[in-house]
């Protein structure tokens, strides 16, 4: 099937569906990998530089205010300190963004547990993750591809869902790895346009045509959205068979959880 996009309309319901070749680009794939080493350099540079002398600038402001005393100036200093805290927090998020670092240290499982938790604990939104125990075999290019779409889903439904719940689950279908994140917020409007970029779908796109994938949306007006990404297990299902399911939920610093 040619890679297209297709969007159904019936009241206020809007389907974007995203059709990939069956075969991988081995062009697409060298780009990818640029792109991902081109952020891992960025990342870095934000850590080493940018990071580090906001750090040095914060206690910089520290000691200001221990010098000044009680006064107006002091509390002027601390209201800096804190949107200065405010800032390191945002790049802190920024560079996890950039560079898989909970993927390359955590593995695939783990690191979809933590981006649940923390959207679940930076958000007030209930988490509800359904996920293998293990799912062992997985090459390196489709996990990086499967957390990157996770990453600009979470992202999407941060910004723009105004949702009060979402959901994460994985699980091997046949030959394919299947991905499916889903939310009850406000969902795409008539209106959107997905071709301007704006939800990060067209590069979720591109990432999982190179790996022969499809990226299928699904959005309905006031009744959530639901994302569905497959790519095909290269080395054939067999290796990758999961040993039971694990369902997580995480909501207000408490987390129920329960093997099946």
Same mark, same amino acid.
């Given at each position: 099937?040619?890679?297209?996009?297709?969007?159904?309309?019936?009241?206020?319901?809007? !389907?974007?569906?995203?059709?990939?070749?069956?075969?991988?680009?081995?062009?697409?794939?060298?780009?990818?990998?640029? =792109?991902?080493?081109?952020?891992?350099?960025? $990342?870095?540079?934000?850590?080493?530089?940018?990071?580090? #002398?906001?750090?040095?600038?914060?206690?910089?402001?520290?000691?200001?205010?221990?010098?000044? #005393?009680? %006064?107006? &100036?002091?509390?002027?200093?601390?209201?800096?300190?804190?949107?200065?805290?405010?800032?390191?927090?945002?790049?802190?998020?920024?560079? %996890?963004?950039?560079?898989?670092?909970?993927?390359?240290?955590?593995?695939?499982?783990?690191?979809?547990?933590?981006?649940?938790?923390?959207? $679940?604990? *930076?958000?007030?939104?209930?988490?509800?993750?359904?996920?293998?125990?293990?799912?062992? #075999?997985?090459?390196?290019?489709? =996990?990086?591809?499967?957390?990157?779409?996770?990453?600009?889903?979470?992202? /999407?439904?941060?910004?723009?869902?105004?949702?009060? *719940?979402?959901?994460?689950?994985?699980?091997?279908?046949?030959?394919?790895?299947?991905?499916?994140?889903?939310?009850?917020?406000?969902?795409?409007?008539?209106? &959107? /346009?997905?071709?301007?970029?704006?939800?990060?779908?067209?590069?979720?796109?591109?990432?999982?045509?190179?790996?022969?994938? &499809? !990226?299928?949306?699904?959005?309905?007006?006031?009744?959530? &959205?639901?994302? /569905?990404?497959?790519?095909?297990?290269?080395?054939?299902?067999? !290796?990758?068979? %999961?040993?039971?399911?694990?369902?997580?939920?995480?909501?207000?610093?408490?987390?129920?959880?329960?093997? $099946?």
């Amino acid at each position: 099937m040619a890679a297209g996009r297709r969007t159904y309309a019936k009241g206020h319901k809007n !389907v974007h569906e995203f059709c990939a070749p069956s075969s991988a680009s081995d062009l697409s794939l060298d780009l990818v990998r640029v =792109q991902e080493e081109e952020r891992k350099r960025i $990342s870095r540079e934000l850590h080493d530089e940018t990071g580090q #002398g906001l750090m040095v600038l914060r206690l910089c402001l520290g000691a200001l205010a221990e010098e000044v #005393g009680e %006064s107006d &100036t002091r509390s002027k200093i601390h209201q800096a300190m804190e949107l200065l805290d405010h800032t390191i927090g945002d790049l802190r998020r920024l560079i %996890s963004r950039l560079s898989p670092r909970a993927l390359e240290e955590l593995g695939l499982l783990a690191a979809i547990r933590k981006e649940g938790r923390e959207l $679940s604990r *930076n958000t007030g939104m209930k988490a509800h993750l359904d996920l293998p125990q293990r799912m062992e #075999g997985l090459d390196q290019e489709t =996990q990086l591809t499967v957390y990157r779409c996770l990453q600009e889903a979470l992202h /999407n439904i941060t910004k723009h869902a105004q949702a009060k *719940n979402f959901s994460v689950r994985l699980e091997a279908e046949g030959s394919r790895l299947s991905l499916q994140i889903e939310d009850d917020g406000v969902g795409l409007s008539k209106k &959107t /346009n997905v071709r301007e970029g704006r939800y990060g779908l067209i590069g979720m796109k591109e990432r999982v045509a190179a790996l022969g994938g &499809t !990226v299928f949306l699904r959005s309905r007006k006031a009744k959530g &959205t639901v994302l /569905n990404v497959k790519v095909p297990l290269a080395g054939g299902p067999a !290796v990758r068979r %999961s040993s039971g399911r694990e369902v997580i939920t995480f909501m207000k610093g408490v987390v129920a959880r329960r093997a $099946s």
